[in-house]
């Protein structure tokens, strides 16, 4: 079960297929747009109604780039997606009532719990990002960065709260309904960090060690990596790659701007500024560019273009962080709100990016000389080949199966 943008629900599609070929049936509950994500992968399907790109492009959506920070854009979207969740609960229980164990992606942990104690089922949580709290680092939904130790799990904390108000009104009804008795304020968050209550997380440690104040039944496991039916690219796109030297990819995924086409305008004369050629893909902000020079494309697999490029710009979503890492090219990443500066911050870290070049901000001179310094520096792209080289060994779906098999016995 997961809700969100493409990033929520691309991950799932890759370790539920893992989960089907050793032998279980499984179906990935999530949005009803996302459906052709699943096509061919053995998994079964299960829609949710909410549309989230229609939540992003609404007004109270494009309210989220109005706020500066990070607790900020939480704030405004605890409004947006409180709305969101209490529509989708019934088809939540109608999917659980079918199955024998449910993983739980962090978006719906809260709701998901609770239907899974309401049911009498075992779950695990599945999350592509650190959401518990630690000393080590701020929480990534404000942007990550360490503010003090005392002050990162503090700040941790606090985030976990504003998530339960999120689940305020959706979870006593989901309890309501199936039986149970009304909880506490905050019990379902302490029982939630219970010793024994496991999560595993969906990203590598060799870009985010596993903190060492976490809990015992929280793992750090590798990546899951998106199901592609498709592994081949356009035509018109090889013909492109073809043409001339290795171009520069710049998307924004799921992330929206507040006008695309400044945005594109400031891509193509950052790119030209640092003499690379372009693919820009659409994405929901809507992106275009045009030239002999540029090509704009829609959704194709990141894991067959990627190797193919001199370097990434992205907006550092979690998924499009890792394919970028696991391609071994370097990036520049353009964070725009929640987690991707967080990504941001452990790109530079890495030495795989020069710096972040923030949305809010950002022009063409700064796009145009993290560039040059991406793809022209040997060190980030060296490192960048090493670090992909390691993380595709990985294997992140084998601790998920294990705790899968245990619970279903």
């Known amino acids: 079960m997961t809700a969100g943008s493409?990033?929520?629900?691309?991950?799932?599609?890759?370790?539920?297929?893992?989960?089907?070929?050793?032998?279980?049936?499984?179906?990935?509950?999530?949005?009803?747009?996302?459906?052709?994500?699943?096509?061919?992968?053995?998994?079964?399907?299960?829609?949710?109604?909410?549309?989230?790109?229609a939540e992003l492009e609404s007004s109270r959506g494009r309210g989220l780039h109005r706020s500066a920070t990070g607790a900020g854009k939480v704030l405004r979207a605890v409004g947006l997606v409180r709305a969101a969740i209490g529509r989708m609960t019934d088809d939540l229980i109608t999917a659980a009532e079918k199955s024998d164990v449910l993983v739980l992606a962090g978006s719906l942990g809260p709701v998901g719990h609770a239907i899974a104690e309401g049911l009498n089922l075992p779950s695990l949580g599945a999350h592509l990002q650190p959401l518990s709290p630690t000393r080590e680092f701020a929480p990534p939904l404000l942007g990550g960065g360490h503010w003090g130790a005392a002050a990162n799990r503090l700040a941790g904390h606090g985030v976990n709260l504003a998530v339960e108000r999120i689940f305020s009104a959706a979870v006593p009804a989901v309890r309501a309904r199936l039986g149970l008795p009304p909880a506490r304020a905050g019990t379902g968050w302490l029982g939630r960090r219970g010793p024994y209550r496991p999560v595993y997380h969906g990203f590598s440690?060799?870009?985010?060690?596993?903190?060492?104040?976490?809990?015992?039944?929280?793992?750090?496991?590798?990546?899951?990596?998106?199901?592609?039916?498709?592994?081949?690219?356009?035509?018109?796109?090889?013909?492109?790659?073809?043409?001339?030297?290795?171009?520069?990819?710049?998307?924004?995924?799921?992330?929206?701007?507040?006008d695309p086409g400044r945005f594109s305008?400031?891509?193509?004369?950052?790119?030209?500024?640092?003499?690379?050629?372009?693919?820009?893909?659409?994405?929901?902000?809507?992106?275009?560019?045009?030239?002999?020079?540029?090509?704009?494309?829609?959704?194709?697999?990141?894991?067959?273009?990627?190797?193919?490029?001199?370097?990434?710009?992205?907006?550092?979503g979690a998924g499009t962080t890792a394919a970028g890492l696991r391609a071994g090219v370097p990036a520049v990443p353009v964070p725009v709100q929640f987690d991707e500066g967080f990504w941001a911050d452990r790109l530079v870290g890495l030495g795989v990016a020069p710096c972040a070049v923030p949305l809010r901000g950002l022009t063409a001179d700064r796009l145009a000389a993290a560039l040059i310094r991406a793809t022209r520096d040997y060190g980030h792209r060296e490192?960048?080949?090493?670090?992909?080289?390691?993380?595709?060994?990985?294997?992140?779906?084998a601790p998920v199966l294990g705790a899968v098999e245990q619970l279903a016995r």
Do not use: K
């Open 6 to 53: 493409r990033g929520d629900v691309a991950p799932f599609t890759g370790l539920g297929h893992g989960l089907a070929l050793a032998g279980h049936e499984v179906t990935l509950v999530t949005h009803a747009c996302f459906e052709p994500l699943v096509a061919g992968s053995g998994l079964g399907f299960h829609p949710l109604p909410v549309d989230p790109r």
């Open 265 to 316: 305008d400031t891509i193509v004369r950052a790119l030209r500024r640092a003499g690379l050629r372009g693919v820009v893909q659409r994405g929901w902000a809507g992106l275009e560019a045009s030239g002999e020079d540029m090509l704009t494309i829609g959704e194709v697999p990141h894991a067959a273009l990627f190797p193919r490029l001199a370097g990434v710009v992205h907006h550092a």
């Open 383 to 397: 490192r960048a080949r090493a670090l992909g080289t390691r993380i595709r060994a990985e294997n992140g779906l």
């Open 205 to 258: 440690p060799l870009v985010v060690p596993r903190p060492r104040d976490w809990r015992g039944a929280l793992q750090v496991c590798g990546y899951w990596w998106p199901y592609d039916r498709y592994t081949q690219l356009p035509d018109g796109l090889w013909d492109f790659l073809d043409s001339g030297p290795p171009p520069v990819y710049v998307g924004l995924g799921s992330a929206t701007v507040p």
